[in-house]
Every structure is written in structure tokens, then in C-alpha cells.
């Protein structure tokens, strides 16, 4: 595998170039918008479908044991507010999905240039190696001797 930014050899499982440092795009491992999309619309109706299969077991159970009417209300009331809650959540998503699909299938203008990237310096740009300097000859002064007090 080449890297697209500067063509040096990259190990396949790296996500970013070792040379250059640039992400290496990896088409057949990411997921696409439209499966994510599908992703999506089937856990919506395994969620839905489920919940209310669990609401009827629910309603049906506790009709059988006797349970007042009234209290069997409240209680699908409320369940079905969580369930839809949970079903909005989910179908709150779908628009990101979509903008990006859109995204995706745009194209770029002719004699657009991507914004130039700030890349790392590698070993071989490095300045060469030079001695620091030493801190105690620039930061202390030369004191005269202080003369010994008589007793």
C-alpha cells in the first residue's frame, strides 16, 4: 500500500503515513453513508417491532393476572412515550446520514485545491545536531572576593 499524499510505502494496518504523516484513505474498511443508513433504518424497526411485541406480552400478562384496567393504561402510556422517545432518538440521526451522503456525492470544483496541510519533519529534515549551550556560563556572573571580616 502507497501512501496518496507522498508515495512512500505504508503498512496496511497504519492510519496515518509514516513519512509524511498524512491519513491513509482505507476505502474498503470505512462504512458509507448509504449502509449506515441502512444500519440505522434496521435497528428503527427492530426497535419499534420489538418494543411493541414486549407491550403486548406486558398488557396481555397482566390483564391474566388480574390487574386493574386503569393502571394497565399508565403503564403502555408511559411505555410507549420511552419506546417513541427512543424511536425519535434514532430518526434524529437520519439527517447527518443524509447530509453526508449528499456530501459524498458531490463534486469538487475545477481548479479547487485543497488547503496545503502542516506536516511533521521527519528525521531527515531535522537541523543537524549541535551542542546546547551551557546555561551556567550564560546566566551567572563572576563575583569578586569578598574580603574575611576581622574579629
Known amino acids: 500500500m502507497f501512501c496518496s499524499a507522498c508515495g512512500s510505502t505504508v503498512n496496511d494496518k497504519l492510519n496515518y503515513c509514516n513519512n509524511c504523516g498524512a491519513k491513509i484513505l482505507k476505502e474498503n474498511t470505512e462504512e458509507t453513508p448509504k449502509s449506515m443508513m441502512d444500519n440505522l433504518l434496521t ?30 393504561m399508565v403503564i403502555a402510556f408511559f411505555y410507549l412515550a420511552a419506546l417513541f422517545g427512543i424511536c425519535f432518538m434514532l430518526l434524529s440521526q437520519l439527517p447527518k446520514l443524509i447530509e453526508a451522503k449528499l456530501d ?37 556572573r563572576t563575583f569578586d572576593k569578598i574580603p574575611l571580616r576581622e574579629k
Open 43 to 72: 435497528s428503527l424497526v427492530f426497535v419499534a417491532l420489538g418494543g411493541f411485541g414486549i407491550l403486548v406480552g406486558l398488557v396481555s400478562v397482566l390483564l391474566k393476572n388480574g390487574f386493574d384496567h386503569k393502571g394497565i
Open 104 to 140: 459524498q456525492n458531490r463534486e469538487t470544483p475545477e481548479g479547487y485545491q485543497p488547503p496545503q496541510q502542516l506536516f511533521a519533519k521527519t528525521t531527515a529534515q531535522l537541523e543537524e545536531h549541535r551542542e546546547p549551550a551551557s546555561v551556567t556560563d550564560h546566566t551567572t
